[in-house]
């Protein structure tokens, strides 16, 4: 079964940037990969990028737009997300997860449906 473990997370100030990593027990290319974070307890899960499985269809949530970068390296099963002028509104749980089945970059974003889930990297943006 696929695992998932995320790392990169960390305490950066407002307007610093952090990467996240995402990297699979097994070949990630037939996965379509998407990172999703949880800003408070109790909050709601948002989807904040998702990417297909050859790369080629991308999905920002639009609060992020222009600031996050997805990317993926299937020779070293690891996807990455690039945090960029982070804002203390960024701070939350970050998770990533992969779904192996056919569907848009944008329903996977939108549902958390996905089989595969890793545990969370904790990102804090404050002064």
């Known amino acids: 079964q696929l695992q998932l473990v995320e790392s990169g997370g960390g305490l950066v100030q407002p307007g610093g940037s952090l990467r996240l990593s995402c990297a699979g027990s097994e070949f990630l290319l037939p996965y379509n990969i998407g990172w999703f974070r949880r800003q408070a307890p109790g909050k709601e899960r948002e989807g904040v990028s998702?990417?297909?499985?050859?790369?080629?269809?991308?999905h920002y949530v639009d609060s992020v737009k222009g600031r996050f970068t997805i990317s993926r390296d299937n020779a070293k099963n690891t996807v990455y997300l690039q945090l960029n002028s982070l804002k203390p509104e960024d701070t939350g749980v970050y998770y990533c997860?992969?779904?192996?089945?056919?569907?848009?970059?944008?329903?996977?974003?939108?549902?958390?449906?996905?089989?595969?889930w890793g545990q969370g990297t904790q990102v804090t943006v404050s002064s």
């Open positions: 997860a992969a779904d192996p089945r056919v569907l848009t970059v944008e329903t996977m974003c939108w549902k958390f449906t996905a089989p595969y």
């Open positions: 998702c990417i297909s499985s050859s790369g080629d269809r991308i």
